[in-house]
């Protein structure tokens, strides 16, 4: 029988060439989770990453694993990223507001634009933030365009910061429906998935603070600083850890990551802010422990991870200016002995020494009872 004729095969020419096949790198996603001053856990997950020889190609978080993947993307390193949570003020965040939270953002908008690029096209590294559109009960991922909004809005914990408008939506902490955001990494088609989950725990001891020597003034602003609590404050607080960490939980067995390292710290509340040394260290030795528990998964990890991104110093001026402009750092601030921001005499004063409105002096002087009772703890 005759055999079936076929085409003649054509020589492959210009873009018809064929071209060898390469084999792609791997890709590592970092996901970071919100939960106040318990993020700085993450720096100790990010030393740890580090000393190991893991670099992470595209990162995720919400709050203030938002802030900090941000400052990780652009090139800054764990021990920076310690550094600056060290040395910045509690005055270089702090703007009061009577609106729709204590707090208005702004300030906390100039800090991130002292040490972040305008646009995620301009960090070194994917990032997705996400946010929770208050009113439509959405979360929505940010991956392109303004940067620092996006940031400001995740960060906005609901009774503490003012919501913030954008793009017709208002914003605020992406942390309300999915704390761990893994699911944000999805645009990024990461081949291995790390998370560090901060995120309260379900099962805490329940303190009831209550000492009764303070005026009920005292305690409400107490209570306004989360850093004492009134019996009822304390139960709606831990009614919120709780919910989140259970929705948390939800989301994730639909969006695993390949490694979840969780910290648990029932000693440390979303405000304790002053256990700065304390929280990084326990993040470095949660995540050494979890890692040397997966050897299989670390050596994976190490042989995925390519060149690290060229580290990117602190801006050192702007640092001295912020100091200048906005009082001590956080380490002169709980050394200082003087009772409040305001210095000796207690007068509030604008950068340049002129003095104050009457208005301004009043929230000076709001400013300065809720320092005292952050000093007395």
């Known amino acids: 029988m005759p055999r079936p004729s076929h085409p003649p095969r054509r020589t492959p020419t210009g873009a018809d060439r064929a071209r060898p096949e390469t084999v792609r790198q791997p890709k590592i996603g970092l996901v970071l989770s919100g939960g106040g001053a318990r993020g700085f856990a993450h720096i100790g997950v990010l030393r740890v990453l580090e000393r190991y020889g893991i670099e992470v190609d595209a990162l995720a978080g919400t709050s203030m694993g938002a802030i900090l993947a ?3 993307a652009h090139g800054y390193r764990a021990d920076d990223l310690q550094e600056l949570a060290s040395g910045v003020s509690w005055r270089d965040v702090i703007d009061l507001s009577l609106n729709g939270g204590v707090v208005k953002g702004e300030k906390l908008h100039q800090l991130l634009a002292t040490y972040l690029p305008p646009r995620f096209e301009d960090l070194g590294k994917t990032l997705a933030v996400t946010c929770t559109d208050i009113e439509a009960g959405e979360q929505l ?3 392109s365009g303004d940067l620092l909004t996006p940031l400001r809005a995740s960060a906005c914990l609901p009774g503490a910061f003012e919501p913030v408008e954008y793009q017709g939506r208002t914003l605020a902490d992406g942390g309300i429906l999915n704390n761990l955001p893994v699911d944000a990494l999805a645009l990024a088609h990461t081949d291995l998935t790390l998370a560090s989950d901060v995120s309260p725990p379900r099962r805490a001891v329940y303190t009831d603070l209550h000492g009764g020597q303070d005026s009920w003034w005292q305690r409400v602003v107490a209570t306004v600083t989360l850093e004492r609590r009134t019996p009822l404050a304390a139960a709606t607080f831990r009614a919120a850890d709780i919910m989140m960490r259970l929705l948390t ?3 994730y067995i639909h969006h695993p990551a390949d490694l979840r390292i969780q910290h ?7 405000e304790s802010f002053w256990a700065l040394d304390e929280i990084v260290a326990l993040g470095e030795a949660e995540a050494r422990a979890q890692l040397r528990a997966h050897p299989d998964l670390l050596e994976r990890l ?3 991870s390519s060149a690290p991104l060229r580290r990117r110093p602190l801006p050192r001026a702007e640092i001295g200016a912020s100091r200048d402009a ?10 200082a002995a003087s009772p409040g921001p305001g210095g000796d005499d207690g007068a509030v004063r604008e950068a340049d020494g002129a003095p104050t409105s009457p208005a301004s002096e009043r929230a000076g002087e709001t400013i300065r009872t809720l320092w005292s009772h952050l000093r007395r703890g």
């Open 141 to 143: 991922v940010f991956a």
């Open 302 to 304: 190490q042989a995925a």
């Open 249 to 251: 939980d939800a989301q």
């Open 264 to 270: 648990e710290m029932p000693g440390y509340r979303l």
């Open 326 to 335: 906005h009082g001590p750092s956080r380490a002169q601030d709980a050394s």
């Open 70 to 72: 941000a400052l990780y």
